[in-house]
């Protein structure tokens, strides 16, 4: 697990390497920022506020939603934000719902 070790910053490479394993990569800015500053190229926009009620949705009404198939507990998923501080707390969530 990425995240869990000492170090869970990625550079802009790290991320790109990771997307191409199939990673699910979860940008939680909110929807105004990606408008304003650009949505990154195969990322889900969950906005931080939605994040928690996302990951607990049945798998149909997350796939209709975010037009994405729902990750499993045990789906590497990245998260990012604009400085860093809501993918944090996004990581917090996540694993508090029992995602690895």
């Known amino acids: 697990s990425l995240c869990a070790a000492g170090a869970p910053n990625l550079s802009y490479q790290e ?3 990771l997307k191409k394993a199939n990673v699910l990569h979860i940008d939680v ?4 920022e990606i408008d304003r500053f ?6 889900i926009n969950i906005p931080l506020g939605e994040l928690m009620e996302a ?9 209709e939603q975010y037009n994405q198939k729902m990750p499993s507990k045990s789906d590497p998923v990245v998260f990012s934000c604009l400085a860093g501080t809501r993918s944090k707390q996004a990581l917090g969530f996540a694993m508090s ?3 690895s």
């Open 55 to 63: 990951l607990q949705m049945d798998p149909t009404e997350f796939q």
């Open 29 to 32: 800015r909110e929807r105004w």
């Open 15 to 17: 991320l790109k390497d």
């Open 97 to 99: 719902l029992g995602f």
């Open 38 to 43: 650009g949505k990154i190229p195969e990322s």
